[in-house]
């Protein structure tokens, strides 16, 4: 778990320091009033798409910025198909134009670009989703083009090879018109035979994938075009590669590695892959928006942040903007409440120390009360902790308040109840090599 040279590939620790990013999911699902489209069937129209509302994406960016993220994916082309960017692709050779695009909707505008213009604005860092795997307006599925399905409006007849040359020239837009990327998601870097062989041993990839002739291509462009993003499934195609957790439910796996390939990781892997955990704000795992579900609750966010950021992962929260595209004004307000949680939370320690070996001592005076640690290691050394335990000094003697396993960017380790210590203490009881702590920080129950 001492991961891999680091040289070139320090940008998966950029990465996981900015510990949580959002998704936004605003396309021609959310015009219709569905969750995207699945299969091969007909898509919506492209005149349904019209959003109204002015200066949206800088409603988004500012949501952002109240929820402490730092980095954006927007869905720039879901799996109907529709580019929420006046894309150029075509087929010459067949007379073809792909014309299920902003530039054929009402809505003449270029959404990706004002999203990377105001999110750049606020110090959000930009990435995309891009789903080479289904696309309803020509016929994909599974990364596949199913010409057994009838061409019905607004669909167009293409072949497979068709349809992988579109790709390449759409992502080619993507990852060269609009700056360095944080993330991108293809949804995802693996082919559809690939991804049999994986879940058939019990590794998790997320979305099927794309077929086996799009992949040099495919990742032949990624590593010109966007050599330091990182990307979602990515795992073979760039050292700066994010798996999935396995769940969007928000809570990931405890212990949860930054190496390996499986949901929880592997400890014992060479291979750097941290964890991303994805997940809605409105209940019932919608993605788009959804008058009809509700939010979740400031206490269920809390333990969403306790079982991502808090168990070594990246939190990716969703935004799901009204048909007009701004976010509604309840979704805004919960953001907002939600890191105002964090930063009252978690601004600021009672006490903290840092330092290398296998203990590490807090002193905070006077009888304080605390009830969670935060422990961060130092990962450019590697992830070298594999067990720990917590003590505080209390009346005279210590008395074990929590223990844990790993560790990796951050650990929030939550205690059963508040103590009042005037000492707290984590002992790494297993450790790959001496231990590397950056931060070890306690915190009172008050502002939590």
């Known amino acids: ?48 798409f019209n959003p109204t509302a002015t200066n949206f994406t800088a409603q988004w960016a500012q949501s952002m910025v109240d929820l402490g993220a730092k980095y954006a994916v927007y869905v720039a082309k879901h799996a109907c198909g529709f580019a929420t960017w006046p894309t150029k692709a075509a087929l010459p050779d067949i007379g073809l134009v792909y014309n299920y695009s902003v530039q054929y909707s009402p809505y003449k505008g270029n959404i990706v670009a004002d999203f990377v213009r105001d999110v750049r604005a606020r110090g959000v860092q930009p990435g995309f989703y891009y789903s ?19 061409v019905r409006p607004p669909q167009v007849n293409v072949t497979q090879e068709q349809y992988e040359q579109i790709v390449i020239q759409q992502l080619g837009e993507l990852w060269s018109s609009y700056g360095d990327l944080a993330e991108v998601w293809c949804v995802s870097f693996i082919t559809a035979e690939d991804n049999k062989v994986w879940l058939d041993n019990t590794h998790i990839r997320f979305d099927g994938g794309y077929q086996s002739s799009l992949k040099a291509n495919l990742t032949a462009l990624f590593n010109t075009l966007q050599p330091n993003a990182c990307a979602f499934g990515g795992y073979g195609v760039t050292p700066n590669s994010v798996r999935w957790c396995g769940t969007e439910a928000g809570q990931a796996d405890y212990p949860n590695w930054s190496t390996g390939t499986s949901s929880a990781g592997d400890p014992d892997s060479p291979d750097w892959n941290p964890a991303e955990v994805d997940t809605t704000l409105q209940n019932n795992d919608q993605w788009f928006y959804n008058p009809s579900v509700g939010l ?18 990246n939190l990716l929260l969703d935004f799901a903007p009204q048909p007009n595209g701004l976010l509604p004004d309840d979704a805004v307000a919960r953001y907002k409440e939600f890191g105002d949680w964090i930063r009252a939370c978690y601004g600021s320690a009672a006490g903290s120390t840092s330092g290398q070996g296998t203990v590490l001592i807090v002193s905070l005076g006077a009888p304080t009360m605390v009830d969670r640690a935060v422990i961060q290691e130092d990962q450019a050394q590697g992830e070298r902790v594999r067990a ?38 984590v002992t790494f009881t297993q450790s790959v090599d001496l231990p590397v702590i950056s931060f070890f920080g306690v915190y009172d129950p008050i502002s939590c």
């Open 388 to 425: 720990y335990t917590l003590d505080a000094y209390v009346n005279g003697a210590w008395q074990q308040v929590s223990t844990g396993s790993s560790v990796g960017h951050k650990r929030i380790d939550v205690w059963s109840h508040a103590v009042a210590a005037t000492q707290v203490r």
């Open 1 to 48: 778990g001492l991961g891999q040279d680091w040289t070139g590939a320090l940008a998966i620790l950029d990465y996981q320091a900015m510990e949580i990013g959002v998704i936004i999911h605003f396309n021609i699902g959310t015009s219709a009033g569905i969750q995207g489209c699945s299969g091969p069937g007909a898509p919506p129209m492209a005149s349904i």
């Open 132 to 150: 080479a795997v289904t696309n309803s307006y020509m016929r994909v599925d599974g990364g596949t083009v199913h010409t057994d399905v009838p």
């Open 296 to 313: 979740r609750t400031l206490d269920v966010l809390k333990s969403v942040y306790h079982g991502s950021v808090g168990r070594n992962g």
